[in-house]
């Protein structure tokens, strides 16, 4: 019950899970502890933390159970906290790293836009040398096609 939460991986979240929903099975220790203060809980919960299994079972049987619910009920509190942080820090990196990508898509749809614009220019070129000889200005258009790939390569692009 004392363990401390590992890296924010998927297996860690789900054991963190289990663990979480182990201890919710043990007991529900709020009903138990209406009318105790937060920060009373906190303190038995602290002092149980502190204590080992032997000196635990030294204590009085009345004080012994309300430390360790109390104990419990902070445990089960901090779980959650500990499985929401782990949660957001996955979330986090997953986030990083779609922007990543979304990065790099970018630059790459960059690159092409860039060259599928050269090739424009160059059609548009063409078209101002031969403003009226449609046959002239076809020939020369396919020539600056075929010079860049041909019309499958810009297609695919």
Known sequence: MKASPRQATLMHLREWLD???WLEAILAPQP???????TKIRQFAAEANAL????MRDIQPPRRWSLLRCFLAQTQV???DQLVEMFL???QRMTTAAHEHLHELQDQHRDLEEQMLAV???VLDEALLFPEDDPA???GVRHILTTHGGVATLRAL
Do not use: C
């Not at 138990?32 to 937060?38: F, N, P, R, V, Y």
């Not at 080992?52 to 000196?55: H, I, S």
């Open 120 to 122: 424009f220019a160059e």
């Open 137 to 139: 200005l076809g020939e």
């Open 89 to 91: 820090k996955r979330r």
């Open 78 to 80: 901090q779980t959650r």
């Open 52 to 55: 080992e299994v032997g000196d």
């Open 32 to 38: 138990l502890l209406t009318g105790i203060a937060h």
């Open 19 to 21: 663990r979480l929903t």
